[in-house]
């Protein structure tokens, strides 16, 4: 292939034009001195080399270049971050206190339940149905568990100072009357006979009596009889 090559001098600091680019490069970016060039296709002869020198000179002229682009970007996000925290609030959930744990009639049979319960037992009131009793995970997934972790039970008499359970009590008021709440009472009763954890309902009133309501729980306790029941 034809072309007219012109030696550049040996000289390390003379620049070589490359014809075709109108750019001047210093001759120690290229190596050694001496190098060819074709005064017509100017790079035909040391592309990689002066890829390479481009973009050496480039690397070293970008952060002069795009410095205050990279100050800017950082300025806006420190101020986005900012406004954020100053303005944005997260949106206030929806609950408030229910004040008490108790309702009126429950506390009623609450305080009675106080003097019948002995010394060495303790009140755990509104306990959910699972953490009384449990299933295996098998069953769980075929909905047992379902069943029993959305329901609770009145009050549970348990042993001050190991918890164990001793007796359930569920204080039924005219609501229990309704069918869908007895279908209900009658799944729970089940449940606690097949877990044998003993279970006495009673009928909700304006004043209990202590004393009868002792004998009664501490008849169920000692013969850990199951479904008891408290006479109107």
């Not at 600091?13 to 014809?19: A, E, H, K, T």
């Not at 990689?48 to 100050?71: E, G, V």
């Not at 005219?174 to 709440?181: D, E, I, N, T, V």
């Amino acid at each position: 292939r034809p072309s007219r090559k012109i030696q550049q001098s040996a000289s390390p600091n003379r620049p070589i034009l490359v014809p075709n680019s109108n750019t001047l490069f210093p001759k120690a970016l290229f190596g050694a001195p001496g190098l060819w060039c074709d005064a017509q296709e100017g790079v035909s002869f040391f592309p990689d080399a002066l890829r390479a020198a481009r973009h050496r000179i480039y690397r070293c002229a970008m952060p002069s270049q795009f410095l205050p682009l990279i100050i800017a970007i950082a300025c806006l996000v420190l101020l986005i971050g900012l406004l954020k925290i100053l303005v944005w609030r997260p949106k206030p959930l929806p609950y408030f206190s229910r004040e008490f744990l108790l309702s009126k009639g429950e506390l009623v049979f609450y305080q009675s339940l106080r003097r019948a319960v002995p010394h060495h037992l303790m009140i755990c009131p509104k306990v959910r149905l699972a953490d009384v009793i449990h299933c295996s995970g098998e069953a769980w997934k075929e909905g047992f568990g379902g069943r029993i972790s959305q329901k609770h039970l009145d009050f549970i008499i348990a042993d001050a100072t190991t918890t164990a359970i001793c007796v359930a009590i569920e204080l039924d008021d005219k609501s229990h009357r309704q069918a869908r709440r007895q279908e209900r009472d009658q799944f729970v009763d089940r449940a606690l006979a097949a877990a044998r954890v003993p279970l006495i309902r009673v009928p909700a009133a304006a004043v209990y009596d202590a004393k009868a309501l002792g004998n009664v729980l501490r008849g169920v306790i000692d013969s850990a009889a199951p479904a008891e029941r408290v006479a109107d």
